[in-house]
């Protein structure tokens, strides 16, 4: 029996655990929890990368990409963002305060030189070396002679025109790069009709109060740059499969990096958010597994070997593609992904296995990136699985393959025209692949199958081809042992899988459980009429003890069963064909002996039938047992016991916890009626006198006798 990490199985929770939670909650926290770690586990562990290259680093070999891929570069998309920035103007304002501040400054030193030359108190050379000292102008020993020694008329204009040179300087702006130039231009700004001494004073005058009157603005300048930047749209990169990514000897830049991360080439160290991520993925996958096969497939919900082939398909699948991609672009096309499909298609059933290989592909999606995969991971799948459907023969699997192979060649020729591809021989080895993975997928179906059915006592349509086998060991003994029960049980058998046909149930199972009903009346052969051919030790037993004796043939089978190994929806049919119904025979016996019998103690053990092909079951042994002692078998007494045995186990609520309806048990007595009619048919009355004319050669004839 499989067991739960912890030892027990799930119906072994705590009870307080399950009483808290409830029985489905409990289920559903240990299946998502379970499936979803060990599949994070296996989505987060990474592939060794092929180099640990930094930038800067000098490669040591050759690396060529393994598939082709396209990516947005950091690197190159930053270049082109700063190249874009720097191509914009600095953005300058002026400043018109420093312009009227020059002005005034000017007319004050104009206004103090006046004052000086005016001032007649002072000698000449006096009134020189008062304007060195003037506080609101610099005049150099050189240049104050000649401002003395100017004539009226020379002053007076230089007084006036040089606050005009001096606007004409600002006019076009100075920015502070631009300000020794713009001082060395103060003489050009003069009048030329000037005499020598006049432009020597009024440039120095000039020259002094020249500045930049324009700064730059570095808000509206970051701002441009930044626009500028935001214009550059990403630089995206193309890598095609064989080209060469990093040669040996290069040094390894920022792009080459890029490529080799891309691809899954370089050691990026620990991706925490990326991990987290794949984390959540896994865990939520895993939730939406369970809630749907929880809703829609209760069955499988209610088993828990079935869950564990679900969560161990899923995981195989996950490690599959985490093993495989992103290195090994060809070699995951030839993985028989479908195969997991088709497993659980037989195993499970056919809801569990879409949602199962839904969420693998999903997973191969988020780890691939790669729309084709996805593609190629479910479609081929849904193909094997309306294939295989129920797999009761290995011609199912081979159609299985012959189909997955036709989805994956179809998902890679229509992904290689969609993608307009030109290399033929990429092509060819993808329809290469395409091939040996759906032949792959029917032969690991096929292995899978026998292999987990049997590793975790999960019927199979094998297993019970080999049951229904008259060789099989059990069978053999029922034969030789109790030769009436065996042939009964040959009868029931046929009346249940023609009524299962009818209704919908499974014809083998309901073959196989009639085969091995009665093993437990080997135990004791001679306590049952099919199996005497003498006295009837009943005869000179209590109705209870003989009770006791038939009614122990269940238990009995049952003890056969577990030394057999039996199913547990074979096994089912050994107590269930008499449910808790009573020894009706021996019962009434006692009571016509006058024994006041307390009828409880008359009852089979039960359970009653739970299935449609137990209920099938215990209806057919019914009806056959009591056609059998008709004295006329006539069409009218046959229908006519059927339709008594039926409804009497209707009536009974022998029928109750199985799902078969009216519907159903209508058709399965007609289904009866016309089976048992064929046995028991009329033959046509041969008078000796043409009986005696048959000529002696007809062995035939001899054969009818």
């Not at 309306?386 to 299985?400: D, N, S």
Request: hydrophobic residues 45%; glycine residues 6%.
């Amino acid at each position: 029996m499989i067991r739960l990490p912890s030892g027990r199985r799930i119906e072994q929770l705590p009870v307080a655990l399950r009483n808290t939670l409830g029985a489905t909650t409990a289920r559903m926290y240990v299946f998502v929890i379970a499936t979803g770690l060990l599949t994070a586990i296996a989505l987060l562990l990474s592939p060794p990368a092929t180099v640990g290259y930094d930038v800067g680093t000098l490669a040591d070999r050759t690396v060529k990409a393994p598939r082709s891929v396209a990516f947005v570069s950091e690197a190159l998309t930053a270049a082109e963002r700063e190249r874009a920035a720097a191509a914009v103007a600095k953005v300058y304002t002026r400043n018109p305060a420093v312009v009227a501040s020059s002005r005034d400054r000017l007319a004050q030193a104009v206004a103090a030189i006046g004052r000086v030359r005016s001032d007649t108190a002072q000698t000449r050379e006096q009134r020189i070396t008062s304007l060195t000292r003037l506080a609101e102008v610099a005049i150099s020993p050189a240049v104050a002679p000649l401002i003395v020694d100017m004539n009226g008329a020379e002053w007076d204009a230089v007084s006036k025109e040089v606050d005009n040179a001096l606007r004409t300087l600002y006019q076009p702006g100075i920015r502070p790069e631009q300000l020794e130039t713009a001082r060395d231009a103060s003489a050009t700004s003069l009048p030329p009709a000037w005499t020598d001494r006049q432009k020597t004073a009024g440039t120095a005058l000039v020259r002094q109060f020249v500045d930049a009157d324009v700064a730059l603005d570095p808000i509206q300048t970051a701002s441009a740059q930044q626009a500028a930047r935001s214009g550059v749209q990403p630089v995206q990169v193309q890598v095609v499969a064989g080209e060469v990514v990093v040669r040996e000897g290069s040094v390894v830049g920022d792009l080459d990096l890029e490529k080799l991360r891309v691809l899954g080439l370089v050691n990026t160290g620990i991706d925490w958010p990326g991990a987290v991520g794949l984390t959540i993925w896994a865990v939520l996958i895993a939730a939406v597994l369970a809630l749907f096969i929880e809703r829609y497939a209760t069955e499988a919900w209610n088993d828990t070997n079935r869950m564990i082939v679900v969560a161990l398909s899923l995981l195989a699948v996950t490690i599959a593609a985490r093993v495989l991609i992103p290195s090994h672009t060809l070699l995951v096309y030839f993985i028989p992904f479908a195969a997991v499909a088709m497993i659980i298609t037989v195993l499970v059933g056919g809801r569990t296995a879409l949602a199962t290989q839904i969420a693998g592909a999903l997973h191969v999606g988020i780890l691939s990136g790669q729309v084709e995969l996805v593609a190629y991971v479910l479609v081929p799948a849904l193909l094997g699985m309306a294939a295989v459907r129920r797999a009761t023969t290995a011609r199912e699997f081979a159609a299985g393959a012959g189909s997955v192979a036709v989805g994956n060649l179809g998902v890679v020729v229509a992904f290689t025209l969609v993608g307009q591809s030109t290399d033929p021989v990429g092509a060819a080895q993808l329809a290469a692949a395409a091939l040996v993975s759906g032949a792959a997928s029917g032969l690991l179906a096929f292995a899978g199958t026998a292999i987990f059915g049997h590793l975790f006592r999960i019927t199979t349509v094998f297993e019970l081809r080999e049951l229904a086998d008259p060789n099989h060991p059990l069978l053999r003994q029922l034969l030789l042992r109790t030769p009436g029960t065996y042939h009964h049980s040959l009868l029931v058998a046929n009346l249940a899988e023609r009524a299962a046909e009818v209704i919908g149930a499974d014809p083998l199972v309901a073959r196989v459980g009639a085969y091995y009903h009665d093993i437990g009346k080997m135990r004791n052969p001679t306590g049952f009429i099919e199996n005497q051919t003498g006295t009837n030790p009943h005869d000179e037993l209590d109705p209870m003890v003989s009770a006791g004796i038939v009614a122990a043939h269940v238990r009995d089978g049952l003890s056969l069963a577990d030394r057999y190994h039996l199913p547990p929806m074979i096994r089912e049919m050994i107590p269930a064909h008499h449910g808790t119904s009573v020894v009706k025979y021996f019962y009434q016996l006692a009571q016509q002996r006058g024994q006041n019998p307390d009828e409880s103690a008359f009852h089979y053990p039960g359970p009653r039938p739970r299935t449609k092909e137990a209920g099938i079951v215990m209806l057919a042994d019914g009806t056959e047992a009591s056609v059998r002692s008709l004295a006329e078998k006539k069409p009218e007494t046959i229908r006519a016991m059927v339709e008594r045995i039926v409804d009497d186990r209707l009536a009974e609520g022998q029928l109750d916890e199985c799902d078969l309806t009216l519907r159903d048990i209508t058709r399965i007595k007609d289904a009866f009626c016309e089976l048992l009619l064929g046995v028991y048919h009329e033959r046509i009355p041969y008078p000796e006198d043409r009986i005696a004319r048959i000529p002696p050669a007809s062995g035939q004839a001899a054969s009818d006798r």
